[in-house]
C-alpha cells in the first residue's frame, strides 16, 4: 500500500496537472487539463476553476471525479477522488495566499476577490499507480478514515 507522500512524489514527477473527468448533469462526461496543487498540510490537492464554467457546473452536481496524469511507458496514474467547491471568500482568500496551484493565480484570476475564482479540493478515494509491467497489478493509495 502507498503512502500520500509516494503519491505527491509520483504526480508532481510526471505534470504540474492532470485530465479531470466530470459528469454533467445530463450523464455525458466532460474532461479538461488542470492544473493540480499539492496541500503539505493534508493529503489532497487543488485546483480552480471559473464560477461559471462547465466544471463548476458538473462538481455542483456530482463531486464524484477522476484524473488521469499523462502518460509515460514507465508509469500511469489513475484517481478517484471526491470534489469540494471553495466559494467562501475568507477561505479563498487563504489558499490564494497560501499558493496551493501551481501556476500564477493572479494570471488566471486577477486576485482572489474575483466573483469568479473558484478553489476545488481534491480528496482522494484510491489511487492506482501502474509501473510499466502490465501483467503486475497497480501499486494503490487508499486514504485511512
Not at 67 to 85: G, N, S, T
Not at 127 to 140: A, L
Request: negative net charge.
Amino acid at each position: 500500500m502507498l503512502d500520500w507522500n509516494t503519491v505527491r512524489t509520483a504526480c508532481t514527477s510526471i505534470a504540474d496537472g492532470a485530465y479531470l473527468a466530470t459528469t454533467r448533469h445530463d450523464g455525458h462526461p466532460h474532461v479538461a487539463w488542470v492544473g493540480i496543487g499539492f496541500d503539505a498540510n493534508v493529503d489532497a490537492m487543488w485546483t480552480a476553476t471559473y464560477r461559471s464554467s462547465q466544471k463548476a457546473k458538473n462538481l455542483r452536481h456530482d463531486h464524484r471525479v477522476a484524473l488521469h496524469w499523462p502518460e509515460r511507458p514507465d508509469q500511469l496514474i489513475f484517481m478517484r477522488a471526491v470534489a469540494r467547491l471553495v466559494e467562501d471568500a475568507d477561505e479563498r482568500r487563504s489558499l490564494w495566499d497560501r499558493t496551493v496551484l501551481p501556476y500564477d493565480q493572479e494570471q488566471f484570476y486577477g486576485s482572489a476577490d474575483n466573483p469568479e475564482l473558484v478553489y476545488v479540493e481534491l480528496t482522494p478515494v484510491v489511487v492506482s499507480i501502474h509501473d510499466g509491467d502490465p501483467t503486475q497489478p497497480p501499486r494503490r493509495y487508499v486514504p485511512t478514515t
